[in-house]
């Protein structure tokens, strides 16, 4: 017993004891779950609370991934958003085995019905529609939510004559909805293209990462696109290029700097401006606005 009346921690054999101590060291310090992050681009671990709304690393400065709800918050004016299809959810439409229970473990850990957020909102005073798509939801896999939830903003931003904002992060297409998520491709691509030819704005912010479907088709399709530094933009995986074209792959080549410097970007921004960027390029689209402006 110590001297609060418990049992001490070390043994009283000694031998006991250095069993114990070899435990402790094998399995670590015990740190309370959630108070810790690691940084996966410079290795370190940060303590949570040193991490700002803007959900950058302050050691290398790596943008961390983020929520629907947390880009809201440092993206839009403050109380604008009015948020579209909230409780649009997936069937199991090609009745894949246990899709239900895999759907019900992703609303849980990611707090919405699906992949993507839509709504209207204000940037610096500006009216547009927003479509954010969510990491942390199926690592943002495109199914028939996902697509149907961006086209009828895209077709109420055309119907309404306002700009469209997508916030792209995507593992690419859904596999378990076979070729009913490789139909939002087109879909969405069409709704763009109605959208364009009403003479409208369309606008893509590629954050990390951008795979896939959704690379091929409305990721890549804004009038305007931007991206988050270091972002990682491609369609198929390094792996699977390389073993494709048997040729060594140039360094970072699926890295925002690098599609930047090869004409596939207009800008990357970083998180911290992306909100003041967003806001010059809606003020300079709007025809109210935008007169006597060179």
């Not at 894949?96 to 709504?119: H, L, M, N, R, S």
Request: net charge negative; aromatic share 6%; glycine share 10%.
């Amino acid at each position: 017993m110590n001297l609060f009346g418990k049992k001490s921690y070390f043994p009283a054999d000694g031998g006991d004891r250095k069993k114990g101590a070899d435990r402790r060291r094998k399995s670590g310090p015990s740190i309370p779950d959630g108070m810790w992050i690691k940084c996966n681009t410079c290795k370190a671990i940060i303590y949570k609370k040193e991490v700002t709304e803007y959900k950058l690393c302050p050691n290398c400065d790596a943008h961390f991934r983020m929520s629907p709800k947390e880009r809201i918050a440092v993206t839009c004016d403050e109380d604008t958003f009015q948020e579209f299809d909230a409780d649009m959810e997936s069937m199991n439409p090609m009745d894949y085995p246990d899709y239900d229970e895999v759907i019900e473990k992703a609303q849980k850990k990611a707090g919405i019905k699906e992949g993507v957020v839509t709504g209207r909102a204000k940037i610096k005073g500006e009216d547009t529609v927003l479509a954010i798509m969510d990491s942390h939801y199926m690592m943002g896999s495109m199914g028939s939510v996902v697509g149907e939830k961006i086209t009828r903003a895209i077709e109420y931003a055309t119907e309404q004559r306002l700009p469209v904002i997508i916030f792209t992060t995507s593992g690419g297409a859904r596999m378990q909805e076979g070729i009913i998520s490789l139909m939002q491709m087109a879909k969405t691509s069409e709704a763009l293209g109605r959208h364009d030819e009403a003479g409208l704005l369309s606008v893509t912010v590629l954050t990390d990462p951008t795979t896939g479907g959704v690379t091929a088709s409305f990721a890549m399709l804004g009038d305007i696109i931007l991206s988050e530094p270091r972002a990682l933009i491609g369609f198929a995986g390094q792996r699977v290029i390389k073993g494709t074209i048997h040729q060594d792959l140039p360094e970072g080549f699926q890295r925002a700097e690098f599609q930047l410097e090869h004409g596939f970007l207009d800008r990357i921004v970083h998180r911290e401006k992306l909100r003041d960027e967003l806001g010059r390029i809606l003020r300079l689209h709007n025809p109210s606005e935008s007169e006597g402006v060179e």
